[in-house]
């Protein structure tokens, strides 16, 4: 600072201060004069200040609900993410739980175990002595998209069993639902690989069942001795190699007739009025639209529980049928 602007103490008179401006004039004020203005100005300026922060309060509300809205949003978001967390993981349980049975089941060999007397036969019904109300739901021609899995929910939702004769080609394309039908404890039954009508020679015959039985048990670790021939056809050498197999043959003795895609009223009393103690009813979840099927399967289940009948499989069915016999030969020893 250069030497224009420095004060002598001893120039400057009590209770005065000397303020010195850049163009060196002096002037002069009183110190208890100059606190008073401080004083007023600053009061003036705190009042300024609580005035403009109370507009501002006035112009912007505070929303209670903003920040309930925000909490709310983030715990739904939370409880969103635990949700899917938690069902992914029942999903991977589920599909480890499957993955252990079919590796049991193979390494046990699981099969359906069917009387002896039934192997090579040709199974229409069971013949039942006493008439005991039971009937086996049979569907062909899957694994199909979407009917096969919503046959098996409306089974599933009844708590029925039932018996499924699968195509090879289908099984092989769609291997989720031929696993899921054993794994929820329906069984499988051979159904050839193609589906195909015409005559087969002994090579060619065995190509159709053999495969569809391997595939079978590659995929679901089931063996099945159970054949149905396409559309009942007996006399094409499907039959002929099946029967010296040792497969069960097994047909129907209630046609639904639904490959003909019927009206579903029609449909039901396709079923009903040929279903009897002991019968096995022929439905398709495959082979094309089976919509009507699909809607008319309820009211069957419902119609037949009215009867007073039970649900069995075909193994189950057969056996029902061999301890009748047993129980008949044992009578004529006495």
């Not at 715990?75 to 949700?83: C, I, S």
């Not at 040929?274 to 309820?298: E, F, W, Y």
Request: aromatic letters at 8%.
């Amino acid at each position: 600072m250069t030497s224009k602007y420095l004060i002598s103490k001893e120039n400057v008179p009590k209770h005065t201060v000397r303020h010195i401006t850049h163009d060196s004039t002096p002037r002069s004020f009183d110190v208890e004069t100059n606190k008073s203005y401080v004083w007023s100005h600053g009061i003036l300026i705190a009042l300024v200040g609580f005035c403009a922060s109370l507009s501002i309060g006035l112009v912007m509300p505070v929303n209670p609900n903003t920040s309930e809205a925000q909490t709310r949003q983030v715990t739904n978001v939370k409880d969103t993410a635990a949700k899917v967390g938690t069902q992914q993981r029942i999903e991977r349980l589920k599909a480890a739980m499957l993955t252990s049975w079919q590796q049991e089941a193979k390494a046990k060999g699981f099969s359906y175990a069917v009387p002896s007397r039934f192997q090579g036969a040709i199974i229409q019904k069971a013949k039942l002595t006493k008439g005991e109300k039971v009937i086996a739901l049979t569907f062909d021609d899957g694994p199909w998209v979407e009917s096969t899995a919503q046959v098996l929910d409306i089974l599933k939702k009844n708590n029925i069993k039932a018996t499924f004769f699968v195509v090879g080609q289908n099984l092989k394309t769609h291997p989720e639902l031929g696993k899921r039908i054993v794994a929820e404890g329906h069984v499988i039954g051979n159904h050839t690989w193609h589906h195909w009508y015409h005559y087969f020679n002994p090579q060619a015959a065995a190509f159709e069942i053999d495969s569809t039985t391997d595939l079978i048990y590659q995929l679901t670790g089931a063996k099945t001795t159970l054949f149905r021939p396409p559309g009942g056809i007996l006399h094409n050498g499907l039959f002929a190699y099946a029967k010296n197999r040792n497969y069960s043959i097994i047909m129907w003795s209630a046609d639904s007739i639904d490959y003909s895609r019927p009206a579903v009223p029609r449909l039901i009393r396709n079923v009903m009025k040929d279903s009897k103690p002991g019968g096995i009813v022929l439905m398709h979840d495959g082979g094309g639209n089976r919509s009507r099927t699909v809607q008319a399967l309820p009211q069957i289940i419902s119609n037949l529980k009215k009867q007073g009948y039970r649900f069995v499989t075909i193994p189950e069915l057969l056996e029902i049928q061999d301890q009748e016999l047993q129980l008949v030969a044992v009578k004529k020893k006495q």
